[in-house]
């Protein structure tokens, strides 16, 4: 980033982190506040896991009187004032769901980066606006600052303005602006926009809605009581649509068509009113008798684990029915599935777990779930050189290959990246096929902890070509493909997940859950339980 941007004034240091469930009391403080309606707030969080940039216009024209009829003359409060509202709403909300706050960037200022609070605008809006309309740079400089971690994170773009776009000579260039919209957002879909337009103007809104029709992911919005106007007389007087509502909408608008469609026609409220904060935990299930027998072909193996810690594992998961309950995030998810992996491969073999990540140290002999709790503290950030994390294990452990067998976990949520941040796909194929030697005594599993389809496919692929290759997706949708198999009654818990993950490259038997009928030789629940860490580690996972 350029070195002339200024870090958000609240003094939080870059590694600033707050739990999700902390968040979600905060989403929650907010949503009643601002009386969001619990539809628009389910929706609202798959924004989670998103980068947020807020693009101001601090022209002159700002300075422009709103012309509201509700304040007197002396009092009108300008577009400035309206965007300081809009945008202090914004970063208090956008805190709750990014914990690495807003980017907020002007068009004739620098731009301050990590706002996490409205408190930290007072001192940048008492700065009366004053310039021309650059839109057209200031957009190329987001688009270009923020390139390599669009493949990490989807970037929303929120451009607020209420004037034409100039050139450099401080003439009107609409055509530039559009171009820049339609093509030079890569890709369009991880890159939604809206424009809040902060204009009356019958010109700038005739060729503003025309783009709102044309242009994937973009969607355009106008002051709040225009948009309230035109939805309830679509859906009705008694549709609810609060300020808090606007603002989600201005959120939400390039990323769910739902929302370009409430001025257009009816649509269905499902969580019509409000609701209470709801959180809940899952425990951790004992282990099929069948899994755990073959689970002991992993004596004498060394666990490497590979978690990936890019800036993309902060993406909540599972699907949101109630607006306020705390899901656990990639990144949680997979501290709890490595924790319990570190505790059973302890049982197998008594030199623990390595755990190598892709932006940090690697830790080494870890013996109990107990010694990740401050690793997983750290907050994901980066980008995802799975490729040179992967050769790195392999060169560390290439002598003690022949003396005993490598078992791989590599969990990773994105597309890997090379020197440049760049997509490689192609390389950590190359290396998962030439560069274990011998593959057979080096099985990889990978946990892909994306529903991303592009990527499924290529790894669906490789979990059929290239050998002691197994491809595992989160938990449920396991589940679901095995049941859809086996039958509703076979037994398959969290722990036999976790045996899956490691297992599935090793004993073809584990591959075949989803593709064929298998016989449970012992059928039944060991006593394994999961729990914390204890002292005496075999009584944890008894085996029949």
Known sequence: MASNQINSVSGQPRNYHKASADRMIDFQKFARRYEISNDFAVKLRGLEGYEFVFICDDSGSMNTPLGDAIYSHENQPTRWDQLKKIVSVVVD???????????IYFLNRQP??????????????AMLPEGSTPIVPVLRQVLQEKHCQIHERKLLILLATDGVPTDEDERPDIKTLKEVLMHERIPADRVPVTIVACTDDEYSMEYLNNWDKIIPNLDVVQDYRSEQKQILDCQGKDFPFSFGDYIVKILMGGVDSWFDDLDEKKVELKNNGRSNAATGESSRDRLNKAFAAKLRGLEGYEFVFICDDSSSMITPIGEITDPFASL?????????????????ASTLDPDGVDIYFLNREPIFNVRSSVELVNI??????????????????LQDKHQQIYERKLLILLATDGVPTDNHERPDINTLKQVLRRERFPTDRVPVTIIACTDDEDSMEYLNNWDKIIPNLDVVQDYRSEQKQILDCQGKDFPFSFGDYIVKILMGGVDSWFDDLDEKKVELKNNGRSNAATGESSRDRRSKYQYS
């Open 112 to 125: 301050i980066l990590n706002v996490r609070s409205s408190a930290e605008l007072g001192s940048v809006f």
């Open 376 to 393: 997983f503290k750290v907050p994901p950030r980066g980008s995802t050189p799975i490729v040179p994390v992967l050769r790195r294990v």
């Open 93 to 103: 909300l956008a805190s709750a769901l990014d914990p690495d706050g807003i980017d």
């Open 328 to 344: 656990p995030t990639r990144w949680e998810e997979l501290k709890k599935i490595v924790s319990i992996v570190v505790d059973l």
